[in-house]
């Protein structure tokens, strides 16, 4: 399976944008999906997750002003961005818990990244 994001762009302070991911290929089952997002010489940060049941958590500094969602139909997460401030600015990456069968009919969980797309905010 594979993660294509996009979305990302140039805002000034206090805007919104919105990113989407989209899975595609050989897919299995698609649980928890993710957005992290990392600033060059940091560690990558867990942003918001959600389970295929709904259930959402937030990283404190997004909390009242990111929403993540999902189309379980479509293997698609979003990430709605508001109010957006100059320490949001980072690659933002999606992630995807994905389950398969391998080929000796095991069960097989793997973690899959996508490319990361720029957010800029501009103060």
């Known amino acids: 399976v594979q993660l294509q994001a996009s979305g990302g762009g140039l805002v000034q302070t206090g805007g919104s944008l919105r990113l989407s991911c989209a899975a595609s290929?050989?897919?299995?089952?698609?649980?928890?999906m993710e957005w992290h997002r990392q600033v060059p010489g940091k560690q990558r940060e867990l942003v918001a997750s959600?389970?295929?049941?709904?259930?959402?958590n937030y990283a404190d500094s997004v909390k009242g002003r990111f929403t993540i969602s999902r189309d379980n139909g479509k293997n698609e997460v979003f990430l709605q961005m508001n109010s957006l401030k100059p320490e949001d600015t980072s690659l933002y990456y999606c992630?995807?818990?994905?389950?398969?069968?391998?080929?000796?009919?095991?069960?097989?969980?793997?973690?899959?990244w996508g490319q990361g797309t720029l957010v800029t905010v501009s103060s």
């Open positions: 290929g050989s897919i299995g089952t698609i649980t928890g």
């Open positions: 959600i389970t295929s049941g709904g259930i959402r």
């Open positions: 992630a995807a818990h994905h389950y398969y069968k391998g080929a000796d009919y095991n069960d097989v969980v793997e973690k899959v």
